[in-house]
């Protein structure tokens, strides 16, 4: 049956009965008008049992249905809409279109200005639907979930199409997925609110998977969390495709994924974006709670915000993370504006964190002393800033241990920057003053599992401090060093008098003298040294050693203190006569 240049008015009275039965094949086409269909029960217009119906043309508008598909409603079969329209119809769920069961093909046309309690537009109860064009636009789910579509176990294909200004007041302000999988590969979600989570997309046991030619932009998750995407137990995949322009007022401004795992990556040439979100809470980009497995390859997540809270690029609560070639540009947070992990364990290889801005921490934060950040290939975090610009903060190693950064074989490009807070003008205590001291030499600030180019971490605050290992006592260390020459004179025996300045192996240069991690005291070098060079003179043995600057030139020249200051970044070494001198 072709419905063609014909009105079928059903003024608005509600019967039993659909205005049309449909078990074969239904094509509503050019300049066909259905209006007014009004039923106490489903299916508005159109009721459909394993039929085919083709909407090609035409308008149904103005169509309701008390329960399920204010417009059309289908068991089996397939509901096909290229062309025409179908406007401002009402049900409890699908106000245009409620499948039980078979495919929905939206290939063109429009739907739009709909109200439902869930399911603003299409209500999918099984099957499967699959978007390629059209104009899904206007729709709201009242006192539910997807302002455009709801899905309860059916598969959703979109590859074209625009889903626009769709709102829902609880969840999935365009897509509401209770299962199965969800992949977007073309087309344009935007503008589109939900009440609480999920402004674009909303998922829960199933997965989401996001393609090159994919928009999700300017959505909006107002009271909740995933300003475009929120997956509850769903896994997250992006081959390609943009997120932008989101916003959550919690977390997640462009993408939450609460437990499953994620996966972001290149498509041939075309790189995952995801930037300019924005979130109230934690993650202004993406965050990631507590699945494990998670790679982020070749993403470029830039110019995101949370402007109170952490993680302006990323931000990963008790998960593991792995982001390779990465980059992370331009976000703004209060601490890990590029990214933050709270007790979760992320590893760098290679890529870029640059250009982001803290406002009370760093390019990289950490929430507590057992996460686990690692670093490896040719990762540069460096140029990152404080909020005023006034200083530079790449990694901020905010608790006092050295267990949470770790090297684990960085490549000859690598440039990582650590940024220990703390006062650096504390004269009463310049020794300790750069927090207990993580941040100045002898003090050791990470772990590692390779020693691979460790000369490729620096210091954001003291500029020429050397990195050195540290392999006694607790294994595998790294502290920061700054040389100094230094000479050891013996004494061969008491009656040899003072000053002690035979030649020979009365005298040892050291040059440079690289102290140990934690040895920044005269004792603590003293003793050092005498351990590195026996007090052997030829065949007799000294009896005592004097530290002295080289060139010393009197016996009352020998150190008898040394520590590190920071308010001059310098060694200050106190001579037996009280002058000081400063390297």
Not at 192 to 205: D, I, Y
Request: aromatic residues 8%; contains cysteine; hydrophobic residues 35%.
């Amino acid at each position: 049956l072709t419905l063609e240049n014909i009105i079928l008015d059903g003024g608005d009275a509600t019967v039993t009965g659909s205005m049309i039965g449909n078990g074969g094949t239904l094509e509503v086409a050019e300049d066909a008008l259905i209006r007014g269909a009004s039923i106490a029960g489903n299916g508005g217009a159109i009721n459909s049992w394993n039929g085919e119906v083709h909407i090609n043309g035409g308008k149904i508008t103005d169509c309701t249905a008390t329960v399920y598909g204010g417009a059309v409603y289908a068991t089996g079969g397939t509901v096909r809409i290229s062309a025409g329209s179908v406007e401002q119809c009402q049900a409890d769920r699908g106000a245009a279109v409620y499948l039980k069961t078979g495919t929905v093909y939206m290939e063109g046309g429009k739907l739009e200005n709909h109200r439902a309690q869930s399911g603003g537009a299409i209500y999918l109860e099984a099957g499967m639907a699959t978007i390629t064009d059209g104009i899904l636009q206007n729709n709201a789910a009242t006192n539910g979930s997807g302002g455009a579509i709801r899905s309860e176990n059916a598969y959703v294909t979109i590859s074209g199409g625009t889903i626009k200004n769709n709102t829902a007041s609880v969840n999935g302000g365009a897509i509401h997925m209770d299962t199965l999988t969800i992949t977007i590969s073309g087309g344009e979600i935007t503008e589109n609110t939900a009440g609480e989570n999920g402004g674009a997309v909303w998922s829960g046991t199933g997965s989401v998977v996001i393609a090159t030619g994919a928009i999700l932009s300017k959505n909006t998750a107002q009271a909740g969390n995933g300003g475009a995407v929120y997956t509850e137990s769903s896994s997250f995949t992006m081959n390609g495709g943009t997120i932008e322009e989101n916003s959550a007022g919690g977390n997640g401004g462009g993408v939450y994924v609460s437990t499953g795992m994620v996966s972001i990556e290149k498509n041939g040439n075309n790189a995952s974006v995801i930037k300019n979100n924005d979130a109230g809470g934690n993650g202004g980009g993406i965050y990631i709670g507590s699945g494990t497995g998670s790679n982020i390859t070749s993403a470029k997540i830039n110019g995101n915000n949370t402007t109170t809270q952490n993680g302006g690029g990323v931000f990963v609560d008790s998960g593991t993370v792995t982001l390779s070639n990465a980059e992370i540009t331009e976000n703004k947070a209060a601490n890990g504006a590029g990214v933050y992990t709270q007790n979760g364990q992320v590893t760098f290889n290679g890529g870029k964190v640059e250009s982001n801005i803290a406002s009370a921490g760093g390019a990289v934060g950490v929430g507590s002393v057992i996460t686990r950040v690692s670093f490896k290939g040719n990762i540069t975090i460096k140029n990152n800033t404080s909020s005023d610009g006034t200083e530079n903060r790449d990694v901020y190693l905010n608790f006092d241990t050295e267990t949470i950064l770790v090297a684990a074989g960085l490549e000859g490009s690598a440039s990582v920057g650590i940024y220990v807070p703390g006062s650096m003008t504390d004269e009463t205590d310049p020794q300790y003053n750069l927090f207990r001291n993580r941040g100045v030499p002898g003090a050791k600030f990470a772990t590692y599992s390779s020693t691979s180019k460790i000369e490729n971490f620096f210091n954001d605050r003291l500029e020429g401090l050397s990195v050195e290992k540290d392999s006694t006592g607790s294994a595998g260390r790294l502290y920061w060093n700054k040389a100094f020459p230094l000479e050891v004179r013996y004494l061969a025996s008491y009656a040899e008098g003072l000053p002690p300045v035979k030649s020979g192996d009365f005298k040892k240069t050291i040059d440079p003298y690289n102290p140990p991690a934690g040895f920044n005291t005269a004792s603590e070098i003293a003793e050092h040294v005498r351990t590195l060079y026996p007090n052997v003179i030829g065949s007799q043995t000294a009896v005592f050693a004097h530290i002295f600057l080289s060139d010393a030139a009197s016996f009352d020249e020998y150190i008898i203190e040394i520590n590190w200051d920071s308010t001059i970044n310098s060694w200050v070494f106190v001579k037996r006569d009280g002058t000081k001198v400063s390297m």
